[in-house]
């Protein structure tokens, strides 16, 4: 069941419409009683008008700072996938209402918070990945063989790496382990021990390093 067949029904209970009179309405609006056998574009007809009607969504949890905030279950996966494009310089604008702008290209759907199910999230997840592949060279799901490029946080910090230094390669790394191990202030180990969380703050410090190395390309 994708996210506007979801809405649907919300909006059903929420007017308080019976079966019959649901069906009816469904009718009325596309020549079809279900929703499921109905296109994407006839359900989004069908949420304008029960919207007209009274429906009215949950509004959007905010922040103290008054924006607002990205929630449902695959909020916090499409939110690191947009700062990861941002720190490989192909997003120009971090804010969430960039992001969004983005799932609602992918999914024709308005919020993080609808996305409910799994072929809805993935047109947004899957899309972000593959231009992130396409244009930086990110290997989701390739390790080549070296066990360290298995968190995808090591992987765009090695695509940052090779943006930075074209040259580099995985047998030539030219200074990334090294680098790596300065940035999060410990000795020199082995790159398998280093744990997934503290990729982030490597790609965050080569972020500012590749967004200045394009900034001054333009």
Do not use: C
């Not at 209970?13 to 079809?32: C, E, F, H, S």
Request: no cysteine; proline share 3%.
């Amino acid at each position: 069941m994708t996210s506007s067949i979801a809405a649907i029904h919300v909006a059903k209970k929420q007017l308080g419409l019976d079966d019959d009179v649901y069906r009816a309405k469904l009718y009325n609006i596309t020549g079809k009683r279900s929703a499921k056998d109905m296109s994407e574009a006839e359900r989004q007809n069908v949420l304008k008008v029960l919207r007209k009607e009274g429906f009215e969504p949950k509004p959007a949890e905010r922040r103290q700072d008054g924006r607002q905030k990205l929630t449902g279950k695959y909020a916090k996966k499409l939110q690191a996938l947009w700062i990861a494009a941002w720190n490989l310089g192909l997003v120009e604008n971090r804010d969430d209402a960039a992001l969004l702008a983005f799932v609602r290209r992918q999914t024709g759907i308005d919020h993080t918070r609808f996305l409910h199910h799994h072929d809805d999230a993935s047109r947004a997840i899957d899309g972000l990945k593959a231009w992130m592949n396409r244009e930086a060279r990110v290997g989701f799901g390739n390790t080549n063989g070296y066990d360290w490029l298995k968190p995808d946080g090591a992987k765009i910090a090695w695509a940052q790496w090779r943006i930075l230094n074209p040259a580099a390669s995985l047998i030539v790394r030219m200074g990334f382990d090294e680098t790596v191990f300065n940035i999060l202030g410990i000795a020199p180990v082995y790159m398998d021990a280093i744990a997934p969380g503290q990729w982030q703050t490597v790609m965050n410090v080569l972020g500012e390093q590749v967004r200045a190395k394009k900034a001054g390309s333009l």
